[in-house]
């Protein structure tokens, strides 16, 4: 069984991949991360969704990131990894309301600390903030 944690993990990989590669097959992309070697792999509904939500909602996602950047910043200077831990979370916070904002905000750092750096953690956590703020999500 798959737990949340690792679907928001799965989530992050697949739709990293899909920003890389916009033609690749999505579901067998998610088959493949989400497979244990021997076992049939029944994809988790709320990674479908989480997934397909994200890419549905990116325009409206980057605009909520966007205002939160500095003047100077713009979202093709973020780090591919980080647009992506950003655009997930922020999904997370302003699109399913069954996910409380401090546990979106937790496991995007989770992922940033696994899959980026230091720095961009905190700019991650600042930015996330700012929209928890922002929306009133406390």
Excluded: C
Aim: charged letters at 25%; zero cysteines.
């Amino acid at each position: 069984m798959i737990n949340r944690h690792e679907i928001r993990e799965f989530a992050f990989q697949t739709l990293f991949a899909i920003n890389a590669n916009p033609e690749v097959d999505t579901e067998a992309l998610m088959e493949s991360l989400a497979a244990t070697p021997g076992e049939e792999v029944e994809l988790p509904a709320y990674l479908l969704s989480l997934v397909a939500g994200v890419r549905e909602h990116t325009p409206h996602l980057d605009e909520a990131i966007s205002a939160h950047l500095s003047a100077n910043w713009s979202l093709n200077r973020l780090a591919k990894t980080d647009l992506v831990i950003l655009r997930v979370a922020v999904y997370e916070l302003l699109e399913v309301p069954d996910v409380p904002a401090k546990v979106a905000v937790n496991e995007a750092l989770e992922l940033a600390k696994k899959y980026s750096d230091e720095r961009s953690r905190k700019f991650i956590n600042g930015v996330l903030s700012a929209i928890v703020r922002q929306h009133e999500l406390v």
